[in-house]
Nanobody, 124 residues
Framework: QVQLVESGGGLVQPGGSLRLSCAAS????????IGWFRQAPGKEREGVSS????????YYRDSVKGRFTISRDNAKNTMYLQMNSLKPEDTAVYYC?????????????????WGQGTQVTVSS
């Protein structure tokens, strides 16, 4: 069974950091392009970051460039999102996703597998 499970969310003060993890099972993450998305209440889901299946290209939405870093550990079949200098507007449910498409993408329609999400709240 194909499954993605996020963890690492929580409450953090503005300027703080969190590292989200996404454990994959039922498939080999090494063979997939991966991405992170987020959705705030009343808003559409938006792409945060993506890395291609060959690790030859990364993509970040403008609002997180220089603050967030996407990575994967193929030995652990896990993907990560390191989030630094967090802002209140980063508050959302964060989802990990995977696709067999060759290139990175911030469009959710391009992804085949999704986790259930983990809540990130940035507040003082």
């Amino acid at each position: 069974q194909v499954q993605l499970v996020e963890s690492g969310g929580g409450l953090v003060q503005p300027g703080g950091s969190l590292r989200l993890s996404c454990a994959a099972s039922g498939f080999t993450l090494d063979y997939y392009t991966i991405g992170w998305f987020r959705q705030a209440p009343g808003k559409e889901r938006e792409g945060v970051s993506s890395i291609s299946r060959g690790d030859d290209g990364t993509y970040y939405r403008d609002s997180v460039k220089g603050r967030f870093t996407i990575s994967r550990d193929n030995a652990k079949n896990t993907m990560y999102l390191q989030m630094n200098s967090l802002k209140p507007e980063d508050t959302a449910v964060y989802y990990c996703a995977a696709t067999d498409y060759d290139y990175g993408s911030l469009a959710d329609i391009d992804y085949d597998y999704w986790g259930q999400g983990t809540q990130v709240t940035v507040s003082s």
